[in-house]
């Protein structure tokens, strides 16, 4: 590592102008690559990046927030009404942003509100105290209040999903509808007819209006037809998949195999399945959407659609430093894959040659 050295032969701490001067650009072209514009080349950054370890380089942040306005802190805030949805996966996703922020000098600051009205509230405390200069919206619905109050405010933010109106916005998403989409091919494939559904959550949210989109896309394009009483709407824990499974039952409905757009409402359906004496991944198909731990230590493990989710906090934060740093939103717009996770909860209807209903308690 290379030492800077001061006249009075103490360390003298590395500027602007000596990680400019190794790198042989200007002060302005540095400051732009380490603040990630959109402007500066992949390799300008980084070469700067590898200057800066290399000169043991860091910014007074003080100074740099005088300067620019800017705190160089990207900012979440949790709803903790929805806590029980996160939780299974905002380790990894928390650890993505964190990463991808400290490459780049900054830092996350992380809110908590008791409901919408006051995550209101506290997204404009963070601005107006200048704790954040841009937001990373999770969960969001088809039409969001935040994304309205940020757009009001003139406050960068970037979306962990997609919304109705895409003005001004600026994204990361994984494509979950093409996995429900996948799941009816797969299980159609291996001589499933009748294909329920278990939805998450309700449709206000994207996630859940896609997933079910993607369902039903999944059922045209095998000629399946939409039997609205195998679509089951509005769910989200482990009690509610296996509610919606015994629901399958006593309605008799035919069903050999159940899509479930969460790996909780899977578990769920996998638990009350054996209740009522079935082997999941023979006498009825399940599967899951998320790729959670819980539902890998299954026996046998949930065939599931996984997401990366450390990947896509680390997608995130690095698009929310590129809005905040001028980047239009439209330029902004990223789309990922859910992939696959082979279990054991899949496998041919019990007889491939006739449909098999669900047996109940008494079967």
């Known amino acids: 590592m290379a030492t800077n050295v001061s006249k009075t032969g103490k360390a003298r701490r590395a500027t602007i102008q000596d990680l400019a001067r190794a790198v042989g650009v200007s002060k302005g072209t540095v400051s732009r690559a380490l603040n990630g514009y959109a402007d500066i080349s992949p390799e300008t950054r980084e070469r700067v990046a590898d200057a800066a370890r290399r000169l043991d380089y860091a910014p007074l942040a003080y100074a740099q927030a005088i300067r620019t306005g800017q705190s160089r802190a ?11 949805a996160q939780r299974p996966f905002l380790a990894e996703f928390l650890r993505g942003i964190s990463r991808a922020a400290s490459a780049r000098n900054w830092t996350l600051t992380l809110a908590t509100a008791e409901g919408e009205a006051d995550g209101l509230e ?71 007819r009748r294909i329920a559904f278990i939805g998450g959550a309700d449709e206000t949210y994207f996630y859940a209006s896609k997933r079910l989109d993607g369902y039903r896309a999944g059922l045209a394009d095998t000629g399946l037809p939409v039997d609205e009483a195998l679509i089951l709407r509005g769910r989200m824990s482990v009690a509610d998949g296996a509610a919606a499974l015994d629901a399958l039952v006593a309605g008799d409905l035919g069903a050999t195999a159940v899509i479930c757009a969460t790996d909780a409402l899977a578990i769920g359906a996998v638990r009350a399945a054996r209740a009522r004496g079935l082997t ?43 809005r905040i740093g001028g980047a239009a939103p439209e330029t902004l717009r990223e789309t990922a894959d859910a992939v696959l996770c082979a279990g054991g909860t899949i496998g041919p209807p019990p007889s491939p040659d006739t449909e098999q209903t669900i047996p109940g308690r008494d079967s």
């Open 74 to 84: 990207l900012g979440l805030v949790l709803q903790m009404e929805q806590h029980d």
């Open 122 to 192: 506290t997204y404009k405390r963070l601005i107006r105290e200048r704790k954040a200069d841009g937001f990373i919206l999770p969960r969001t619905q088809r039409r969001d209040p935040r994304v309205e109050l940020l757009r009001a405010e003139g406050c960068p933010f970037v979306l962990f999903g997609r919304t109705d109106d895409p003005d001004g916005c600026a994204w990361f998403d994984i494509r979950g509808g093409r996995a429900m989409q996948d799941a009816v091919a797969r299980l159609h494939a291996m001589g499933h």
């Open 280 to 322: 999941v991944g023979r006498d009825l198909s399940v599967i899951g959407y998320d790729g959670s731990r819980e539902g890998q230590t299954l026996d046998p493990p949930l065939t599931t659609y996984a997401v990366d989710q450390t990947n896509a906090g680390g997608r995130l934060a690095e698009l929310l430093i590129a």
